[in-house]
């Protein structure tokens, strides 16, 4: 039967848990960031293209200095701010492969570590949600564009249909791991709870 | 009493637990083969051969699976020995599946959540051999299929955007691994018994 006594180190847990998991987002990020950069001005886009993507891979940039800052001062993260900087990878990710062609661009790959780094940093609920989201918008961004350019075809439906299953994977994935993990180390705690203070044999006598 | 754990037993006990995440993601692998199997087949012969090996990968995961529910999980040697059977077997199908093989080929996403729960799984060096072994294998594929992509600068743009990205799940994979491994250490050497000891 479960004990309804909180565990030892059972609300440390848990304020902990978003902490150690934005160091994984934060460094996900920052790989997002440095390679959007070098990708974009290595046989960049024409001008009007590229004025917008610079511009939102350094706003991302300063955004993820500021996060990482508060990581580096201890300061506790704020789950609102997490999940809104995650939003914010997302949403820069589906910007920039509808400004490159939609179905056609081949930026969808980067959505690979950002829904990794969000499915072990998130709760089941949120993380499962997040990918749901990201699956939904890109099946849909797919379907529409290749359908707007008449290339909706069989292999098309087929390669979208691909390409979310195995993002579906990852996340789910990444948080089954995290919760594997967060049920470990939970029984390791309970391992360390101290014996109850012994029932004192002067009193029984 | 502090929990002491050698690292042998430590990445035993992160076999033991976390091989499930490996098994899951194949199953992702499997799924998704079943369908592009049956779904691009034009023929009976695509078919059955397509099946036979998508089949055969269903039944070594059905039998990690097994083992896994009964509480009696595979060891380092079998998963390891299946995570390689993964990284030949969608190597092979970005080379050979298909009208579109090698760069050309949208499959290489299969990568990503072998990849993944190889890092949650593994001790970092064999993660770091795996992913370096999976990206050369990859480029492999990729040069001796589409040769032509060796002199057009876009392709190999492309190319090296697809290996970065393969190279950041396997890297923040295997970083999250630490994470949580320190994690459990600390929780593991927390006072508890050691402080009633020396209350008694």
Same mark, same amino acid.
């Given at each position: ?112 570590? %950002?829904?990794? %780094? ?88 | ?200």
């Amino acid at each position: 039967m479960k004990s309804k006594k909180p565990m030892m180190g059972e609300s440390t847990q848990a304020e902990q848990d978003p902490a150690h998991g934005q160091v994984v987002v934060i460094f996900a990020r920052w790989i997002l960031i440095a390679t959007g950069l070098v990708l974009m001005l290595w046989l960049p886009s024409p001008i009007e293209q590229l004025r917008f993507q610079i511009f939102f891979i350094l706003l991302l940039a300063m955004a993820n200095f500021y996060l990482h800052a508060q990581l580096l001062l201890k300061r506790p993260a704020v789950q609102a701010v997490a999940y809104l900087a995650s939003a914010g990878d997302i949403a820069l990710i589906t910007l920039l492969i509808l400004l490159s062609g939609g179905y056609t661009s081949d930026l969808y790959i980067f959505y690979f570590p %950002a829904l990794l %780094a969000l499915s072990v940093a998130f709760a089941t609920r949120p993380a499962f949600a997040f990918g749901g989201a990201v699956i939904c918008l890109y099946a849909a961004l797919s379907l529409f564009t290749s359908a707007a350019a008449r290339d909706l075809t069989e292999a098309t439906t087929q390669i979208i249909l691909a390409r979310v299953l195995m993002l579906g994977a990852v996340v789910f994935a990444g948080n089954l791991y995290w919760r594997i993990e967060r049920d470990r180390r939970q029984a390791a705690l309970e391992l360390q709870e101290p014996l109850p203070a012994p029932v004192s044999t002067a009193s029984a006598e | 009493m502090q929990q002491v754990r050698t690292p042998a037993q430590q990445n035993a006990e992160d076999i033991f637990f976390g091989q499930i995440v490996l098994i899951w993601a194949r199953w992702f692998f499997i799924l998704a083969g079943i369908i592009l199997a049956l779904w691009t087949a034009t023929s009976t012969n695509e078919i059955t051969l397509s099946v036979l090996f998508v089949v055969a990968l269903m039944a070594m995961n059905f039998f990690l699976h097994g083992r896994y529910l009964i509480e009696k999980p595979a060891n380092q040697k079998m998963i390891l020995g299946a995570a390689i059977l993964d990284l030949i077997l969608i190597t092979a199908i970005v080379g050979t599946w298909g009208n579109d093989t090698g760069l050309r080929s949208q499959l290489f996403i299969f990568y990503y959540p072998v990849l993944l729960g190889f890092a949650f799984v593994f001790p970092r060096r064999l993660t770091t051999i795996y992913t370096i072994a999976l990206l050369a294998a990859y480029t492999l594929v990729c040069m001796v299929v589409t040769p032509s992509m060796i002199g057009s600068m876009g392709d190999i743009k492309l190319l090296v955007m697809r290996l970065i990205t393969l190279a950041a799940t396997g890297g923040l994979g295997t970083y999250y691994w630490r994470i949580q491994r320190e994690r459990r250490r600390a929780a593991m050497s927390r006072p508890g018994m050691n402080e009633y000891a020396a209350r008694a």
